[in-house]
């Protein structure tokens, strides 16, 4: 194994060089988990070293689609944290029900699960059909599973339990029908719902939003890089506009601490001031 | 750093109890608990140690005098400017947190500064991590697997390297008290 110091080196040198080949900005993320997965990705790509994973990925644009998989991890759940919903539901809900229509942007949506999710208890709570949903994320591969709406079957029962903490009003399965091996969400949720390439780390804001939901995104970035995305977000946001963190992210250490008021501190729920 | 999984708890407050409330190497402590068991983790043991205790959280730097726990359902690591991360990623020996995953980043971020113990479990979790500690000429403690409630653990550790000790509990508390008077 090469020297630790060394692999420091070409990790640094392996970021650049996708920022500069690929435009994808992963300079200002957590070091010690992207140094994990480039480890794992090494393993899958039988590359002895990560300046050999770097000659790969330089020359062959598949092979980098590859190891995006790696750097972005993609795993998401519906209702995950379904106290979180719950708190959307019953605190924010309410106040986005006095907007004639309504702009929610789902930063981060991974594969989908997120929007579904969202969707669903906005259709229950009448508020569907005037939503516009912004989904973004910088996965291609994951953006197209979300569009898809295909969640393998095996899923679906940790998903049904959360739906019902979550304060679900019907049966998870109202909203699915189960096709090939995995349960096909029903595409009047996504009606409402645009896709979109987008990346906190290098792009700006596109819309004014009521509702913005990043979850298990930020804690993969730097102060610096959080701070440029809740810039986005206060950006963005209407004025007393709210905004949904993951279970383990706050924003105590940002510089926009004091921008927010918290709605629900224990379900990450804040609104702007 | 401590890692622990099945009789971990009563080995972590035998370990801690004793320490003084001006403690001055930051420790860490990871336990495989179920989600649900795991939230009251740092209330229970703020009620017995001198030390002060809390879940750590993303962006954190590690201080003295404090006792950190890893929060259920993600990875916990150690970044280079000794600052907490958390990850989502998948688990690792059916574990997340993972103890592989925290002394693994660990040792990058402090080399020989480190010491690591790895405690009684019922898994493979903390080998291969505490291995990476040790090639970073961290120091490396197994819990004697005869002394350990569950010796699964310890024993895998033992089976993929040679750590600085193997020790049974007593002993170990003494040499956490004495690692805090050594210079570091
Ligand atoms: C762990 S998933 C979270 C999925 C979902 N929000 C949830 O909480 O279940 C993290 C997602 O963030 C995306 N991501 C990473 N960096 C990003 C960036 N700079 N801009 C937008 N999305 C990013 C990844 O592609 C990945 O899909």
Known sequence: MAPERDIEIELRLLIEAIYLKYDYDFRDYSGASLKRRVRHALVQFECQTVSALQERILHDPNAFMQLLQYLTIPVSEMFRDPGYFLALREQVVPLLRTYPSVKIWVAGCSTGEEVYSLAILLREEGLLERSIIYATDINPRSLEKAERGIYPLEAIQGFTNNYQKAGGRQALSDYYTAAYDGALFDKSLRAQVTFADHSLATDSVFSETQLVSCRNVLIYFNKTLQDRAFGLFHESLCHRGFLGLGSKESLDFSSFARAFEPVSKHERIFRKR | ?184
């Open chain 2, 1 to 184: 750093m401590l890692g622990g999984s099945a009789g971990g708890v009563t080995a972590l407050l035998c370990l801690l109890e004793t320490l003084p409330a001006d403690y001055r190497l930051p420790v860490v402590m990871l336990l495989h608990l179920p989600d649900d068991r795991h939230s009251e983790l740092a209330q229970v043991f703020q009620r017995r140690l001198a030390l002060r205790v809390k879940e750590a959280e993303g962006g954190e730097t590690l201080q003295p005098a404090c006792v950190y726990v890893a929060p259920p359902g993600y990875h916990l690591l150690i970044e280079q400017d000794r600052s907490f991360s958390l990850s989502r990623e998948a688990p690792q020996h059916h574990s997340r947190p993972s103890i592989d995953v925290l002394f693994e980043s660990a040792a990058d971020a402090y080399g020989a500064a480190l010491a690591a113990v790895l405690l009684t479990g019922a898994n493979q979790d903390g080998a291969a991590g505490l291995a990476a500690v040790k090639a970073r000429g961290g120091l490396t403690i197994v819990q004697d697997p005869t002394d350990a409630q569950v010796p699964t653990m310890p024993e895998a550790a033992l089976a993929l390297h040679t750590p600085d000790y193997v020790l049974a509990l007593p002993d170990l508390r003494a040499l956490l008290k004495e690692l805090d008077k050594s210079p570091c």
